[in-house]
């Protein structure tokens, strides 16, 4: 869902929608996740949730950084539990463990920053 530029010069900006949308058709045990937008020097990805789905511990090999959309997430990291709603995000280095739960339904934006711009 992203729209890259018209510009002559198509590598300066992409405008990404849909970063909100629920799990549309979705009914699996796990939250879907869906690549929204793929360049260089970033991925962008939607994870949409349903209420009490979980995303077990992983790592990402490249730093992070996990914005609420909508609902009500809760990030585990190091120890601690935030909460993701909107207007709220956390950071994440790369290679540390991490779990998402759906406290209720809910959507995060995550971008994975892995190269040069």
Avoid: N, Y
Wanted: glycine fraction near 10%; aromatic fraction near 4%; charge should be negative.
């Amino acid at each position: 869902m992203s729209t890259p530029s018209t510009a002559p010069d198509d590598t300066t900006h992409t405008f990404i929608t849909g970063l909100d949308l629920p799990a549309i058709g979705w009914d699996g045990p796990k939250p879907q996740v869906k690549r929204l937008h793929r360049s260089d020097s970033e991925t962008i990805v939607r994870i949409a949730f349903a209420e009490g789905q979980v995303m077990p511990e992983h790592m990402a090999a490249h730093p992070i950084v996990v914005l609420g959309q909508t609902g009500e997430i809760d990030f585990e990291v190091g120890g601690e539990t935030f909460r993701l709603e909107p207007g709220s995000a956390i950071r994440v280095a790369a290679r540390v463990p991490h779990t998402l739960t759906a406290a209720t339904a809910g959507t995060v934006t995550l971008i994975v920053v892995h190269g040069r711009a």
